[in-house]
T-cell receptor, first 115, second 114 residues
Framework: DAGVTQSPTHLIKTRGQQVTLRCSPI?????VSWYQQVLGQGPQFIFQ???????GRGNFPDRFSARQFPNYSSELNVNALLLGDSALYLC??????????????FGSGTRLTVV | SQQGEEDPQALSIQEGENATMNCSYK?????LQWYRQNSGRGLVHLIL?????REKHSGRLRVTLDTSKKSSSLLITASRAADTASYFC??????????????FGQGTTLQVKP
């Protein structure tokens, strides 16, 4: 069975540009969450989507947005990129929306570098 | 802000030794989880312990939870070079049980020397 897949694996963007990151959850998982991990830090929660609806949002500016599609895959969009957006972006899927109660399966992440 | 704080930040041991990592958190929780991360890639779920549990085992892993002290420990017994990774504790925070929000600590970097 395929795990959580994220694309692309690496990305280099220029300040001010926009970026779209993609995630496909484990088959049957309806919940997708996004995390940002800056080098040397733990992951920070950005969004959770379940059944195509936003269920949670972390403390990130409106430049960050996401959506979930009918097949439960998800996209994370970041506009007007800043140098500080350089990070590993992780996607996690779970069977239930209360993924925090059961454990998550994480993808390998997208490494975004903003120059 | 980070909820959990891991201690130590870095740990270096020889193969075969035990490794103990500690985690402290700030608010009430429903459960606490431990994850492993190799070389800045994806996180792997290791073990989940619920707030009404005090100890849990999984293979060479032993996790304890003390809700009165808001702390947890992860013990890896008979460590192997393949255990070299960063280890994170994560909590849900009571009140966020209807969302997927996990709050991670800053992690402990474990190096196991062959």
């Amino acid at each position: 069975d395929a795990g959580v897949t994220q694309s692309p694996t690496h990305l280099i963007k220029t300040r001010g540009q926009q970026v779209t990151l993609r995630c496909s959850p484990i088959s049957g998982h309806k919940s997708v969450s996004w995390y940002q991990q800056v080098l040397g830090q733990g992951p920070q929660f950005i969004f959770q989507y379940y059944e195509k609806e936003e269920r949670g949002r972390g403390n990130f500016p409106d430049r960050f947005s996401a959506r979930q599609f009918p097949n439960y895959s998800s996209e994370l969009n970041v506009n007007a990129l800043l140098l500080g957006d350089s990070a590993l972006y992780l996607c996690a899927s779970s069977l239930f929306p209360q993924g925090a109660n059961y454990g998550y399966t994480f993808g390998s992440g997208t490494r975004l570098t903003v120059v | 802000s980070q909820q959990g704080e891991e201690d130590p930040q870095a740990l270096s041991i020889q193969e075969g030794e035990n490794a103990t990592m500690n985690c402290s958190y700030k608010t009430s929780i429903n459960n606490l989880q431990w994850y492993r991360q190799n070389s800045g890639r994806g996180l792997v779920h290791l073990i989940l312990i619920r707030s009404n549990e005090r100890e849990k085992h999984s293979g060479r892993l032993r996790v304890t939870l003390d809700t009165s002290k808001k702390s947890s420990s992860l013990l890896i017994t008979a460590s192997r070079a393949a255990d070299t990774a960063s280890y994170f504790c994560a909590t849900d925070g009571r009140g966020s049980s209807n969302t997927g929000k996990l709050i991670f600590g800053q992690g402990t970097t474990l190096q196991v020397k062959p």
